[in-house]
DNA sequence: TACCACGAAATGTGATCACAAATAAATAAA
DNA sequence: TTTATTTATTTGTGATCACATTTCGTGGTA
């Protein structure tokens, strides 16, 4: 693996609005989300600010605050990197995510009124019209509003920050799992999750939740299949 | 409220070995952790670096940090607020730390041999020290420190920064929670705790973990109490 | 060939400065 | 006295620079 590989990243136009950091910080963000940055690449501050045309300045701060939501990973000698996936590590993030999102699920159930209902319907609507258009990216973005909606519905919900910590932290993998939504579409987990909404039952939407996640990471089941993907990502990014 | 109102930090002996951003990060923690900083005060970059006789730019990295980990508040206005509690949100910062909590003390537990065992013994003595002599203080980073050491015996554990991110919006509120310890001696949850790990018996744990944490709150049972009691730390800030 | 030492380049940290936006203060109008 | 409006001050953002530490490349030694 070449310390120095290229750094892929995609630049999107900066909204004249927002402050460089955070323009830097979000730009920083979808690379690490997307895996354009390879694990254990040394990330420099004067690099990144070369290459997204900033002074150094934004980057810093920007590198800090993705290193204090975990996204990132400040090593004793100073060096930010993107953290290694290891297949335990794996594991624990995708068992903290079915935790905390039926948790956040469940405490979010007694604010879903009609209203809300429609608008998840309809997000889940734009998933699987993404998904027949077969466009993965899409499919992600519109996968987490879904999430991101669900919990959002509970006013005084603390949890949401801690979930985009862990989806940050699998990042690459968030892509993948959600291209495996058509593998087993058979049993559709948002359907069951709507179904159990207005129900009102929690424990059920717990279940679809957590198997809406569990069902998506299976691809990775093994120590060997988590292996041969992290492989397989590793080559994707060059 | 004034919004003037002075901010009193206790400043630490800086160690030469850590960077100046480090230090006033952990000083500035230690500030919102122990409710020295009073919720809706718009702290800016300026007056604490003249506070911690600092030049701004420690202070902005260490601010945007403490936002990042959601200690603090960065408001549109681009203003940094320590942010205010309200009864609700304190009900979902207990219930979630109930839920991760009990899952980092479930998943830790096959990781737990003899020798760490031990070491949570003794840690859970010193606790009991830190009650007897009624240091306030000391009981709260002690116990801080058990649950610390339980949670981190599964190496591979990602929940550690997610727990802490929660400790620190409890904050002032961690300190009177341990402080009722002694008010529910009869029932020693830590004791409970180890013996559960004894007989690696995960239920029983996560119970245990659970109790410990929502007997500490019982104090705010009510909105009533609870609103009564910022009340009282506010005034006590002052 | 492998290992170490030394010098050069690169890097993170922190300080200082300029500027635009936001806040606070002062003045004018009702 | 209260409310607008203008002026003055403060503040966050971002750029640039200096310095100590780390990393890297080169050459020499076992």
Redo the contacts between chains.
Sequence with gaps: MDKKSPIQITLTKRDEAVTITQWVYSTLRNAVMNGQILPGRALTIRELATILDVSPMPV??AL??L????ALEIQGNRRVIVPKM?A??F???C??RI??ES?AAA?ALPYIDNEKLAELIALDKEIDEAQDNGDLEQITIRNQRFHRRLYTA??????L??IE??WL?LGPFMKLANSRLKEHYTIDRHNEALEAITKKDALALQMAIASDIREGFAFAGTPELLYNFIEQAAADAI
């Design positions: 810093r701060e800090r605050q290193a204090a939501e975990n290891t335990m590590k594991s624990e993030l068992e903290a935790n905390l948790h405490r509970n006013p005084h919900q603390v949890t920050p801690l910590s862990l932290q």
